[in-house]
């Protein structure tokens, strides 16, 4: 019988790891703004250009970093494989992308 580390990963680690790389990303952009005092926006804001205070962003980051850590922890075991790292980290940098773009959309000025 194989050992729990040669068994192929199950199809929901991939989300698992996807997702992992996206809470991650999100942690950071509410985590800096509420420490630095400013508001921004979070999904109990209504969405821009209502936007939350510092410490509901602190604890939005928080909690997404939290959900992060774990669903890491939930596929670190296959981790060593390139394939399920690369879609942690791809999936990371997207969601970064993305968060760029639409947070750019929202400073620009009106046209």
């Given at each position: ?17 996807a ?29 821009p250009?209502?936007l ?22 939930l596929?670190a ?8 790292f690369?879609?942690?980290?791809l ?21």
């Amino acid at each position: 019988m194989p050992s729990e580390q040669t068994k192929p990963m199950p199809w929901w680690g991939w989300v698992t790891a996807a997702f992992a790389g996206a809470f991650l990303v999100n942690s950071v952009p509410h985590t800096v703004m509420g420490l630095t005092g400013q508001q921004f926006p979070t999904p109990f804001s209504g969405g821009p250009p209502n936007l939350s205070p510092a410490v509901v962003n602190v604890l939005w980051g928080l909690f997404n970093l939290a959900v992060g850590i774990w669903l890491y922890r939930l596929t670190a075991k296959w981790m060593e494989n390139r394939a399920v790292f690369a879609v942690f980290i791809l999936a990371g940098v997207g969601f970064a992308v993305m968060l760029a773009y639409a947070f750019s959309s929202m400073s620009a000025p009106a046209a």
